[in-house]
């Protein structure tokens, strides 16, 4: 989530929820009067007098918030947290196949949510109830090594570890929930839980680092776009310190930013609940900051991801909104408004407000970009498109497992409102004549996500694309996403009603992925040279794999499928990354 910062909030306006407190100061006066009851004398010396308000503040916030678990249900155990392995990584001899002799000695590493003190919390107190969303927890990277010895035989290893963020390690210290949910839940409540985390911590929100990992120039990252990138020790998987640019960078960080083609800069975007909504930098292949700018949003988009083609940055500004203004109200900090505007920006490489080309196009929620180039006069935006947001959820009050329940049934041709059913789908914007052409590529037989593609394909036109399959009754049943196989997708190849071909990779029964990606293959002549390599958990057995695809013949039965030592939990982005830069 983008950060919202605590000192710039200026609240004057009606909180109405609960309804036992009317406005704001009737709020501050209760939280005021409820900390005055603490029975409790500060020292006379100055010098432990901070050290003191801070236990003070503690001692309030641990009397009058209790921490609740979030309720949790059997199908959605792999959702659920574990614990880290140790300091040396496990070697694995358990391999079905036969890892490709060709294939490039790396690792193979997904980031995602592993909640701290057992999973999700919520939150009850004076000021109502506030909670984390499932898209929270601490970050957790799992990685998988591939190191091929001078005999020819693979030496594979595995190893986990939390990403170790400055509010990780101050939660970890205290060795209990501190941190209060602040994202939905009642505005009192979240407007409290910014003001004591603030106080007690200095930031209002946890630092998660949980969504993805990448690389750029030798050195490998961490990311959620909440804060700043961690910097990760690849091999031993610990975390070396933030990463903020040189100190150029003092924002969110998205956590897709996007390698210029044929460069080695990297671009990226940082997006705030407070003004400036929407920065963008260049980042050079040196990681110094060479160009930002405030492309002066009117609102703070939810924006997920940036595309990048040989000249342009491609910008989304889609009506899924994070608002302060709107949570003091009373209603939800986050929120999809799908009569709300929707437009993609194009703007040169080192643009500034002024030269983005701004197209309107139909609303809908975007998260992920499959890819962006140029065409002649036209930018081409290929992206998984749906028409509500998974993010955050349902307001409190309703019953949150029915709610993403309905929304993934898989009858999609009478009762089903295809709220997160995510299709592959196209923009054309012509920059000489501003037409915006709009079409689905795929149909609706299939839900897809957590797209990838050849990575030197990244701004260029390309043949194929790579995602995630949506297994829609096991996500029903468990009221939460579950993938249950990978999708090929041939875009020079349109079938029937102009859709594109596609091949498909399912898993046994019972068995999803999480963080699969391409991995091309080293010298590869074609585009599909590589395989995809996934996390896979099989649900009867609760049991994980890796699971080695070869791309070219993607339908075939996996080439290698690896053992792992541990539960993976579900989570979201991978990344393959090479072990000789």
């Given at each position: 989530?983008?950060?919202?910062?605590?000192?710039?909030?200026?609240?004057?306006?009606?909180?109405?929820?609960?309804?036992?407190?009317?406005?704001?100061?009737?709020?501050?006066?209760?939280?005021?009067?409820?900390?005055?009851?603490?029975?409790?004398?500060?020292?006379?010396?100055?010098?432990?007098?901070?050290?003191?308000?801070?236990?003070?503040?503690?001692?309030?916030?641990?009397?009058v918030f209790q921490f609740i678990d979030h309720e949790s249900f059997?199908?959605?155990?792999?959702?659920?947290?574990?614990?880290?392995?140790?300091?040396?990584?496990?070697?694995?001899?358990?391999?079905?196949?036969?890892?490709?002799?060709?294939?490039?000695?790396?690792?193979?590493?997904?980031?995602?949510?592993?909640?701290?003190f057992g999973g999700f919390k919520s939150t009850k107190s004076m000021?109502?109830?506030?909670?984390?969303?499932?898209?929270?927890?601490?970050?957790?990277?799992?990685?998988?090594?591939?190191?091929?010895?001078?005999?020819?035989?693979?030496?594979?290893?595995?190893?986990?570890?939390?990403?170790?963020?400055?509010?990780?390690?101050?939660?970890?210290?205290?060795?209990?929930?501190?941190?209060?949910?602040?994202?939905?839940?009642?505005?009192?409540?979240?407007?409290?839980?910014?003001?004591?985390?603030?106080?007690?911590?200095?930031?209002?929100?946890?630092?998660?680092?949980?969504?993805?990992?990448?690389?750029?120039?030798?050195?490998?990252?961490?990311?959620?776009?909440?804060?700043?990138?961690?910097?990760?020790?690849?091999?031993?998987?610990?975390?070396?310190?933030?990463?903020?640019?040189?100190?150029?960078?003092?924002?969110?960080?998205?956590?897709?930013?996007?390698?210029?083609?044929?460069?080695?800069?990297?671009?990226?975007?940082?997006?705030?609940?407070?003004?400036?909504?929407?920065?963008?930098?260049?980042?050079?292949?040196?990681?110094?900051?060479?160009?930002?700018?405030?492309?002066?949003?009117?609102?703070?988009?939810?924006?997920?991801?940036?595309?990048?083609?040989?000249?342009?940055?491609?910008?989304?500004?889609?009506?899924?909104?994070?608002?302060?203004?709107?949570?003091?109200?009373?209603?939800?900090?986050?929120?999809?408004?799908?009569?709300?505007?929707?437009?993609?920006?194009?703007?040169?490489?080192?643009?500034?407000?002024?030269?983005?080309?701004?197209?309107?196009?139909?609303?809908?929620?975007?998260?992920?970009?499959?890819?962006?180039?140029?065409?002649?006069?036209?930018?081409?935006?290929?992206?998984?498109?749906?028409?509500?947001?998974?993010?955050?959820?349902?307001?409190?009050?309703?019953?949150?497992?029915?709610?993403?329940?309905?929304?993934?049934?898989?009858?999609?041709?009478?009762?089903?409102?295809?709220?997160?059913?995510?299709?592959?789908?196209?923009?054309?914007?012509?920059?000489?004549?501003?037409?915006?052409?709009?079409?689905?590529?795929?149909?609706?037989?299939?839900?897809?996500?957590?797209?990838?593609?050849?990575?030197?394909?990244?701004?260029?036109?390309?043949?194929?694309?790579?995602?995630?399959?949506?297994?829609?009754?096991?996500?029903?049943?468990?009221?939460?996403?579950?993938?249950?196989?990978?999708?090929?997708?041939?875009?020079?190849?349109?079938?029937?009603?102009?859709?594109?071909?596609?091949?498909?990779?399912?898993?046994?029964?019972?068995?999803?992925?999480?963080?699969?990606?391409?991995?091309?293959?080293?010298?590869?002549?074609?585009?599909?040279?590589?395989?995809?390599?996934?996390?896979?958990?099989?649900?009867?057995?609760?049991?994980?794999?890796?699971?080695?695809?070869?791309?070219?013949?993607?339908?075939?039965?996996?080439?290698?499928?690896?053992?792992?030592?541990?539960?993976?939990?579900?989570?979201?982005?991978?990344?393959?990354?090479?072990?000789?830069?």
């Amino acid at each position: 989530m983008a950060a919202c910062n605590i000192k710039s909030i200026q609240v004057n306006c009606c909180a109405q929820r609960p309804s036992s407190i009317t406005t704001f100061e009737q709020f501050k006066n209760q939280l005021l009067s409820s900390f005055k009851k603490l029975p409790i004398k500060l020292p006379a010396s100055h010098s432990i007098i901070k050290k003191t308000s801070i236990d003070l503040l503690h001692t309030f916030t641990d009397s009058v918030f209790q921490f609740i678990d979030h309720e949790s249900f059997p199908s959605q155990s792999n959702f659920g947290p574990v614990e880290e392995i140790g300091e040396e990584a496990i070697y694995i001899n358990d391999v079905q196949g036969t890892i490709p002799s060709d294939f490039p000695d790396g690792v193979y590493i997904r980031n995602g949510p592993n909640p701290l003190f057992g999973g999700f919390k919520s939150t009850k107190s004076m000021f109502g109830r506030s909670s984390h969303i499932w898209v929270e927890g601490e970050g957790m990277l799992h990685a998988l090594y591939f190191k091929k010895e001078s005999d020819g035989k693979w030496s594979i290893s595995y190893k986990n570890k939390h990403v170790e963020t400055e509010t990780l390690k101050m939660e970890k210290q205290r060795n209990t929930p501190s941190f209060l949910p602040a994202i939905e839940g009642d505005s009192p409540a979240i407007l409290s839980a910014y003001l004591l985390n603030f106080l007690r911590f200095g930031t209002v929100n946890k630092l998660l680092s949980n969504t993805s990992v990448f690389e750029h120039s030798g050195k490998f990252y961490a990311a959620a776009e909440n804060h700043v990138p961690q910097e990760i020790d690849i091999q031993t998987l610990n975390t070396l310190g933030n990463w903020d640019v040189n100190g150029s960078w003092n924002r969110p960080f998205t956590a897709h930013p996007k390698r210029v083609p044929g460069s080695g800069e990297l671009v990226t975007m940082g997006v705030n609940a407070m003004k400036p909504f929407f920065e963008i930098g260049v980042i050079s292949d040196e990681s110094k900051l060479v160009h930002k700018a405030d492309l002066k949003f009117e609102r703070c988009s939810l924006c997920h991801d940036i595309g990048v083609t040989m000249r342009y940055n491609v910008i989304l500004d889609f009506p899924l909104t994070i608002d302060i203004k709107r949570l003091v109200n009373g209603g939800p900090l986050i929120k999809y408004d799908k009569v709300d505007y929707a437009r993609i920006g194009v703007m040169p490489r080192y643009g500034d407000a002024d030269s983005v080309r701004w197209f309107q196009v139909e609303p809908c929620c975007v998260f992920h970009i499959i890819n962006t180039y140029e065409d002649g006069d036209e930018v081409i935006l290929w992206a998984f498109r749906a028409m509500d947001s998974i993010i955050p959820g349902p307001d409190f009050g309703l019953n949150k497992f029915e709610w993403f329940s309905s929304r993934f049934k898989n009858d999609c041709h009478t009762n089903c409102d295809e709220s997160f059913f995510s299709r592959a789908y196209e923009w054309r914007l012509n920059m000489k004549t501003g037409e915006v052409k709009e079409r689905f590529l795929t149909g609706k037989l299939d839900s897809m996500d957590f797209p990838m593609i050849n990575e030197n394909l990244t701004g260029f036109k390309n043949k194929y694309g790579y995602a995630q399959t949506v297994d829609l009754d096991a996500s029903s049943f468990a009221g939460m996403p579950k993938y249950g196989g990978l999708a090929k997708l041939h875009f020079g190849d349109m079938k029937q009603q102009d859709y594109v071909k596609m091949e498909y990779h399912k898993f046994p029964e019972n068995t999803f992925c999480t963080g699969a990606t391409f991995v091309a293959k080293p010298g590869g002549t074609e585009e599909d040279d590589g395989w995809v390599i996934t996390f896979v958990h099989d649900e009867h057995l609760n049991m994980s794999r890796a699971v080695i695809v070869d791309a070219r013949n993607f339908t075939s039965e996996p080439v290698a499928i690896i053992a792992l030592p541990s539960r993976v939990p579900y989570g979201f982005h991978g990344a393959f990354m090479s072990t000789t830069l």
